[in-house]
């Protein structure tokens, strides 16, 4: 189950290598030129704090290199459902906020274009957590005999 050939097969998903270098890129800007969309998860790991950790360049040198845009995405939940180190999944509610598209400009520079989608990413984080501890409002019970 470990290998990459299992991933690929069973889930859509390729790993990528380690370490960065061109090699660890290369696969993912494959995809890319035939117009494939890709999941990324800039951080490299799961979080086990809950905080965003320092992003990787990789999602910004392929956004870059191939002029796409990155469509940030934050899922709140998934460190309950497969804690670090665990080789479970749990289940649970997840909840997740889809931003708007971010394209760079070509003369961006990498760690530019990832501070960028970290701060992007960041707002995101903070703006679901203060939506959850918003007051909601429960309306008030329609009158007996009102219509729907």
Known sequence: MKQPWYL???????????????????????????????????EGTRSTTGKLAPFRHGVSILALAKGVPVVPIYMQG??????????????????????????????????????????VMERMREDMRDRQRAPRLTPEPLPAGTPP
């Open 8 to 42: 690929s097969l069973t889930m859509n998903g390729f790993p990528i290598q380690r370490g960065g270098g061109k090699a660890a890129l290369a696969y993912a800007e494959w995809l890319l030129d035939r117009r494939w969309s890709l999941v990324i998860f800039p």
């Open 78 to 119: 998934l460190r309950e459902l497969r804690p670090k180190g665990s080789k479970e999944i749990g289940v649970g509610a997840v909840r997740v906020r889809i931003g708007d598209p971010i394209r760079f400009p070509v003369e961006a520079e990498v760690a530019e274009a990832t501070r960028r989608l970290y701060r």
